[in-house]
Structures are given as C-alpha cells and as structure tokens.
C-alpha cells in the first residue's frame, strides 16, 4: 500500500471510532505506530494492529468497528464509567469471561444511554473487563427486563 492509503486509512478509522465512541477517542485507541491491514479485493481497512496485536475489525456491513478483547481493554482505560459499559452481577463472570452471551437478569448496571447495536464492554462489580460484544437491548431495557439476552458476546477475555 501507498503512504497515502495508509494515511487515509489511519484518518478513516480514527474517524470512525470518534464517531463511534466519542470524540477524541479515535488517536487515543489507535496511536501512531498502528498497522492497518486492507482487503486484497476492495481496498479497504479490515484490521487494525498495535505492536502485532489485533486491536479492532472494520466491518463491511456497517463500516463500524469490532473490538477485540484487547481494544476493548484499551477502550476501558479511555472512557469513562458508565459509557459503553454493562457490569454483570457476581457469579457470573466466569461464564461471561469464556464468550457467553449477557442475560438480561445478570445486569447489575448498564449505561443508560446505550442502545440496541452497540459495542460494549461487559464488566465484572470492580470495573474489570470480561468481554466485548453487541448490546441488544438499550441500557435501560438490560435493567428492567428479567429475561432475554442484553449483551451477545463477541469474545471473552478466557475465550
């Protein structure tokens, strides 16, 4: 790739997770020294790398970022509580922590402005990550309701 392509990559994904998180998170979750890996057929971002770790995908469907455990940790460190956060209930998150999805009923708290779609970070009572998903419920909804699933779990941290 062009020095170019990877400048506008870099400037897109950036943009994107301002978009997506907040403003100003884009430098702060992808620092320089990032490496940005490109479909061979289209072109565009799909990986984003930090010293060879996979931080977060750039999905085709929605143009919107999936984190890894690891960018969730970095997102963790940059936001804060309660943004994208859902904290589970104690005795649960061994469960959680091996790639289970979230259950409405095991929600102890969740930020009430998250909505359906979402990237989370589900954590345990003291703030700790235990996995990255995709809420499917808002954050008010992962408190009232007592069945369903809140939070499908892309990836635990023992997963």
């Known amino acids: 790739m062009t020095e170019l392509s990877l400048l506008l990559g870099l400037r897109r994904v950036r943009a994107v997770a301002d978009y997506q998180f907040g403003e100003g ?3 702060r979750l992808f620092p ?4 940005l890996k490109f479909s061979p057929k289209t072109g565009r971002v799909r990986h984003i790398y930090l010293d060879g770790v996979l931080l977060a995908t750039l999905r085709p469907s929605d143009g ?4 890894t455990v690891e960018g969730g940790r970095r997102l963790l460190t940059i936001l804060t509580p309660p943004r994208l956060r859902v904290k589970v209930l104690e005795g649960v998150e061994e469960y959680v922590s091996e790639g289970r999805d979230v259950l409405a009923k095991h929600v102890s708290d969740a ?3 998250l909505r359906p779609g979402e990237e989370v970070l589900v954590v345990d009572s003291h703030g700790e990550l235990l996995a990255v998903g995709k809420a499917v419920l808002s954050g ?4 009232s309701f007592k069945e369903g699933v ?3 779990v892309r990836r635990g941290i023992k997963d």
């Open 25 to 27: 998170v884009g430098f």
């Open 32 to 35: 320089e020294g990032i490496e």
């Open 64 to 67: 919107l970022l999936a984190l």
């Open 111 to 113: 930020d009430p402005e």
């Open 140 to 143: 008010l909804e992962m408190l």
């Open 150 to 152: 809140a939070v499908k």
